[in-house]
């Protein structure tokens, strides 16, 4: 059987949550559906403009030029998940969201890699 993407389990920084150890076990319902995550400002802001995530935004062509993306939180986050989300970022703006969560489903992964 093959693996069905889903698109509305990508992060508005650019991780695929369904590909997560906790959306998987049922513990985190994924960026979009956790009111829990309201300390994060990239979320904040992605909800703010009605973004799908962060490759929506016409102000920074990269991300990482964004204070709310590249701050100190998301810096550690990437930094402990090995995650180059700007990497996800730029992808979701090459191909589409439909085809990257289609991609990430296919390698198994929640995050590009460093």
């Given at each position: 059987?093959?693996n069905v993407?889903?698109p509305?389990?990508?992060?508005?920084?650019?991780?695929?949550?369904?590909q997560?150890?906790?959306?998987?076990?049922?513990?985190?319902?994924?960026?979009g559906g956790?009111?829990?995550?309201?300390?994060?400002?990239?979320?904040?802001?992605?909800?703010?403009?009605?973004?799908?995530?962060c490759?929506d935004?016409?102000?920074f062509?990269?991300?990482m030029?964004?204070?709310?993306?590249?701050?100190?939180?998301?810096?550690?986050?990437g930094?402990?998940?090995?995650?180059?989300?700007?990497?996800?970022?730029?992808?979701?703006k090459a191909?589409g969201?439909?085809a990257f969560?289609?991609?990430?489903?296919?390698?198994?992964?929640?995050?590009?890699?460093?």
């Open positions: 059987m093959a993407s889903r509305e389990l990508i992060a508005s920084c650019g991780l695929y949550c369904a997560c150890g906790k959306h998987k076990k049922g513990k985190c319902p994924g960026c956790n009111e829990k995550a309201s300390w994060c400002d990239i979320r904040k802001c992605n909800l703010e403009h009605g973004y799908g995530s490759a935004c016409a102000e062509a990269d991300p030029a964004c204070g709310k993306y590249n701050n100190l939180i998301s810096r550690v986050i930094f402990v998940l090995r995650s180059n989300r700007a990497a996800g970022i730029a992808r979701i191909v969201c439909e969560a289609a991609e990430m489903e296919a390698l198994g992964a929640h995050t590009v890699k460093r």
